[in-house]
């Protein structure tokens, strides 16, 4: 089984010329050689200078000039840093943050945390020594809240601006307004394409600093043929460069951790198989969730004689530059979340793969024009090299949206909306966005945060709202952990929040011992539901004192634990903060559960007459998933935590409730008439509370 690929247009270069160095003298280049080697060093001074004149800049490379790691240097040697002050660098993306971060500190031969840190949710990597903290846009967002005007930096960089996510967005309305109060502030808005006139319109006309591109010529090749399954052609495509074309490593971009995980298997197993065959194939995963370290080895030279394959998430595609790169293979999707979806590609099948406790879908969607040849480019940065898509010529033509959409257009805005409430922003009509949300999307989020309690009926924060705010989670979590403390369950409530936190990667179960693996998992299974399962696993790690050896022995990532622990850790420092004790109701799993329904109680489905569960709200028809310990018993009211979408819309982690607890957390948003479920069991008259007898006391 071959590929047929056809070559379309060269991509151009702005350099047409062989390279410098060959490949191997290129690895061996110090760290100072690198900088100077890198596009933006001839612009140092012309930058330092633009910098000191302007308040606002733009500033425009292509991926792998320097911006993120060498500006924040130049700026500290430029004095930025003096008098206690800090350069702050936002990413989109949390690996990018650390991963920069490390880089860095490098450089500067510094120890990682120390003068050069990173800040993610749930890990602070800085100290008071810190002059230069790399973090994601999101962490910027919360810092808001304890320093408004953003008083300890002297620089804030936005980078990646051109990813255009959601934190993104609102941070750039957020810095717009500070920059004219604080005159000294310098903001550097950083992009890797052709939006820096639209970035120079919002910021009032900021200058753009462009640096000059130093892309060698990228041939682009389309498969003849649509593939219908474009993980086995990227196997297949891999496999194929491998044996044709001269040495120079590969990248493929996958939509995500999955996708990596089974191309990965895949391709251990063919390369197995032609053992000796074949030079060495270096296999080497690039993924949100992968621990630092196996993240680091990307960066590691390719030996002599063999060839390195980067199999990635969308990061590779401008936050993070691996060099070496000479051959990249491009499905053509990637993973995005879908809310009220507009996203004008009905053309084109999208599936929805899950929906998280924000009710986006998770969509696998293709790419835009613009995130293709951003992909392709990656092939271009030590010689001349090659783009294998794996759709056709037509497809991109025709298939293809030319950017794509930015995520504050399809995504749930309750978190975002809580935070600017917080920060005293009431009217969100009226705030600067640079690509307003649908009227329809705000005004929902402004609903649920009302029926959480967040809000009150004039739109305004309550003390709940305000509180919630606090903790860096969904608004249905933090109401939920809000909630523990009437109930007091806050110990187990937190341990259940942080382990839902990691999820989707607490079991391990191999191929040749999936029996074992299934066993191990059900025996922690406790009656009433998945949440319980899950609590029962930390507290049975937590009495082996954290032991590795039981993790092993119960088919259990030890790894995921551990997140797991530090988030707690973190979330219970947050509840000192809003003065809620860390009471505890060992057993008592009604109080947990009705915890966890005082915050999810959108999430209801019933057994139907039919046999089917139906969601309560919107009728929809869903299943319990077959890992619940609940598949089989079929109790009459659930509420669940995620719905995910395979062959049937499946609910995932859920929980046996009682409807009259409906009435008991939500008696505005339920009415009896609609919790009667034919058990012949009477509801309780409607209880005559209101939404704020019930959050009085939160
Ligand atoms: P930009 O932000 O303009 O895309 P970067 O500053 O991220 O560019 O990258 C510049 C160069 O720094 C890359 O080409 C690469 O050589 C080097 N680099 C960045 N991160 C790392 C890392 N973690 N390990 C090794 N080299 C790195
Ligand atoms: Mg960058």
């Known amino acids: 089984e071959e590929i047929e690929f056809i070559q379309a247009l060269q991509m151009p270069g702005t350099r047409k010329d062989e390279p410098d160095l060959s490949e191997s003298e290129m690895k061996k280049l110090t760290i100072e050689e690198t900088q100077k080697s890198l596009p933006i060093y001839p612009f140092k001074e012309d930058l330092i200078a633009a910098m000191e004149e302007h308040q606002v800049l733009i500033i425009e490379g292509e991926t792998g000039s320097g911006k993120t790691t060498q500006i924040p240097q130049y700026l500290t040697q430029a004095g930025y840093t003096r008098g206690e002050k800090k350069i702050g660098c936002t990413q989109p993306r949390r690996v990018a943050a650390m991963s920069v971060a490390a880089r860095v500190s490098e450089e500067m031969g510094y120890k990682l945390g120390n003068e ?112 219908a399954d474009y993980l086995d052609a990227a196997v297949v495509s891999v496999l194929q460069i491998h044996v044709t074309q001269p040495t120079g490593d590969i990248l493929v971009f996958m939509t995500g951790q999955e996708e990596i995980e089974t191309s990965n298997e895949m391709l251990q197993e063919r390369t197995r198989k032609l053992g000796s065959k074949i030079k060495e194939l270096i296999i080497l995963p690039i993924y949100a969730n992968l621990p630092s370290d196996m993240q680091a080895k990307i960066f590691e030279p390719t030996p002599p004689g063999a060839r390195k394959v980067i199999l990635a998430t969308n990061i590779a595609e401008t936050s993070l530059t691996i060099d070496g790169i000479k051959y990249v293979i491009d499905p053509g999707f990637c993973k995005q ?57 037509w497809a991109y033509k025709n298939e293809l949206e030319d950017n794509t959409i930015p995520e504050i257009q399809r995504t749930n805005l309750g978190n975002v909306v809580l935070l600017l409430k917080s920060l005293g922003i009431n009217d969100l009509i009226h705030f600067d966005f640079m690509d307003p949300p649908p009227h329809e999307t705000l005004v929902l989020a402004l609903e649920q945060l009302y029926a959480l309690g967040a809000l ?135 109080a947990l559960r009705k915890a966890i329904t005082a915050g999810f109680f959108y999430h ?53 409730i009682e409807n009259s607890w409906l009435l008991e957390v939500a008696p505005h948003y339920y009415k009896s008439k609609e919790l009667e479920d034919g058990s012949g069991k009477k509801m309780p008259k409607n209880t005559g509370k209101t939404r704020e007898d019930v959050t009085r006391n939160y």
């Open 116 to 227: 050069v840190g990173y800040s993610i949710r749930f890990e602070d990597c800085t100290s008071e020594r810190t002059i230069i903290k790399y973090m994601t846009d999101g962490m910027l967002l919360r810092e808001f809240l304890s320093e408004p005007d953003l008083g300890g930096y002297s620089v804030m960089i936005i980078d990646e601006a051109h990813e255009r996510t959601l934190h993104t967005d609102v941070l750039f309305g957020l810095v717009k307004d500070i920059a004219r109060f604080r005159p000294d502030l310098k903001l550097l808005i950083s992009s890797a394409t052709l939006d820096a006139e639209k970035f120079s319109e919002f910021f009032d006309d900021a200058p753009i600093f462009r640096i000059p591109g130093r892309r060698y010529p990228v041939d682009i090749y389309y498969t003849k043929a649509p593939e």
């Open 337 to 393: 979340n879908s809310y009220n979806a507009r996203t004008g590609m009905e053309s084109l099948v999208v599936t929805p793969i899950s929906k998280n406790s924000r009710n986006e879908s998770l969509v696998v969607t293709p790419i835009s024009k613009a995130s293709a040849n951003q992909r392709a480019g990656r092939a271009g940065r030590v010689s001349a090299g090659k783009c294998f898509r794996l759709y056709t010529a």
């Open 456 to 590: 009150n009926n004039r739109g305004e924060l309550t003390k709940l709202g305000r509180r919630m705010a606090e903790f860096p989670v969904d608004p249905m979590m933090s109401k939920m952990i809000l909630a523990s403390e009437q109930y007091q369950c806050a110990k187990e409530i937190l341990s259940i929040t942080a382990m839902l936190s990691v999820n989707n990667s607490i079991f391990y179960r191999p191929k040749d011992k999936v029996v074992h693996a299934d066993t191990a998992r059900q025996n922690f299974f406790r009656p009433g539901g998945d949440h319980l399962t899950l609590l029962n696993i930390y507290e049975q790690w937590e009495e082996t004192d954290y032991s590795t050896q039981w993790c092993f022995e119960n088919f259990i990532q030890h790894r995921s634990m551990k997140r797991a622990r530090d988030v707690r850790d973190q979330l219970e420092g947050l509840l000192e903060r809003v003065e809620i004790e860390v009471t505890s109701k060992p057993g008592d799993t009604i």
């Open 604 to 656: 209801t489905a019933r057994l139907s007459k039919g046999g089917n569960y139906r969601t309560v709200k919107h009728q929809q028809t869903v299943m319990v998933h077959p890992n619940s310990s609940l598949f089989e018993d079929r109790p009459r009211w659930l509420i669940y935590h995620e719905l995910v979408f395979t062959t049937k819309e499946f609910m995932r982690q859920v929980i046996e």
